[in-house]
């Protein structure tokens, strides 16, 4: 007999069942939201990730990056294919004349903010990244940093929360296992826009998926849907629209929430 341990949605608290054939991964039967129950620590995946040679330039730091841009030109226009997309995602989808000041959450070695301060007209470009050698990097760069895990930081001291009219979130949301806490946080620091992308679900049948093991887990404590992330910030933002079109690279579900 299956053994059965029950848990709550993180998104809707609906009980959800977790079956051991299915191992630690279950879905939500009202939101469709799929939570992978893995008691890894995201910090510290990504503080390994980011010293390991298999992220090396896809987040690693500006020398990594670079190095990599260097000698590997596929991986270069790959990059830039994916940059440029988030730019027409924005440049596409918002008001940007009403945006001066943009956070980066998880902005790794700030790729993404590199592109965003060449082809957006913003005044203020901040990141947040938990990884000590991406924050080093960002501040040679010159971007101001945040630095530390997002749901650590102190959101209710003013000093921190200067408030930023487009909030970006490119493969990230994914990572944090109290999702509520986020939400709530990044309502609150959001003056306009928050733009949210996270892969797609590939598992949708839930099986045969593999236990995530410390070796083979990706990271990823979520795999959302667009009702659940439309449920998730129903309170915090006024509109929320399904932005990702068929080939999205790599598959990607994205979203636009606006106050
Ligand atoms: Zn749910």
Known sequence: MNKEKLIDCPVCKTEMVIRENIKEVTKCPNCGHVYVDYPGDANEFHQHAYRVSTVHGRRGNTHEFDTTRRFNPKFHQDRSRICDGRIKCLQNNLDLSKCSTM??????????????????????????????????????????????????????????????????????????????????????????????????????????????????????????????????????????????????????LQVILEK
Not at 143 to 155: E, H, L, Q
Request: hydrophobic residues 35%.
């Open 103 to 252: 956070l980066d959450i998880g902005a790794g070695g700030g790729t993404f903010a590199r592109w965003a301060r060449e082809k957006l007209n913003l005044k203020e470009i901040k990141c947040q990244e938990i990884s000590e050698i991406c924050i080093h990097n960002l501040q040679m760069d010159g971007f101001s940093t945040y630095t530390g895990d997002f749901n650590s930081i102190d959101w209710d001291n003013p000093k921190n929360n200067t408030g930023f009219d487009l909030v970006t979130c490119w493969h990230v949301l994914e990572h944090i296992n109290d999702i509520q806490k986020f939400a709530e946080q990044v309502g609150k620091i959001t003056n306009k826009y928050l733009v949210i992308e996270v892969p797609l679900d590939e598992r949708p049948n839930m099986g045969p998926v593999k236990k995530p093991s410390l070796n083979g887990w990706d990271g990823h404590h979520h795999f959302f849907t667009f009702e659940s992330i439309s449920l998730l910030f129903k309170d915090k933002f006024k509109t929320c629209t399904r932005t990702s079109k068929k080939g999205i690279q790599p598959p990607s």
